[in-house]
């Protein structure tokens, strides 16, 4: 069974650093493409960033580009969120997510909240 714990969200200011992580328990962290969602208020949980099973690739969406950054350490089976610059739309619930092949799974999420 895979688990992903999500960790380090909190209340900032806005434009202030939060750096989020995934810990994933579980066989063959190394084939997995891990990515991260988010839910904010009111609305549908939207895709943020992905990364592939190596780390050689990202993909951020245009509200995040040049401000956040995916990275992954295969040894420690963690991947990470560094978000800059946060501003106020980014308070949301933030979901880890992983997938290989036919199987998906989903952290529980944790709070980033960005105060104006």
């Known amino acids: 069974q895979v688990q992903l714990v999500e960790s380090g969200g909190g209340l900032v200011q806005a434009g202030d650093s939060l750096t989020l992580s995934c810990a994933v328990s579980?066989?063959?962290?190394?084939?997995?493409?891990l990515g991260w969602f988010r839910r904010a208020p009111g609305k549908e949980r939207e895709f943020v960033a992905i990364?592939?099973?190596?780390?050689?690739?990202?993909y951020y969406t245009d509200s995040v580009k040049g401000r956040f950054a995916f990275s992954r350490d295969n040894a420690k089976n963690t991947v990470y969120l560094q978000m800059n610059s946060l501003k106020p739309e980014d308070t949301a619930v933030y979901y880890c997510?992983?997938?290989?092949?036919?199987?998906?799974?989903w952290g529980q999420g944790t709070q980033v909240t960005v105060s104006s």
């Open positions: 579980g066989r063959a962290f190394g084939t997995y493409n």
């Open positions: 990364i592939n099973w190596s780390g050689a690739s990202s």
């Open positions: 997510y992983g997938i290989a092949g036919p199987n998906s799974y």
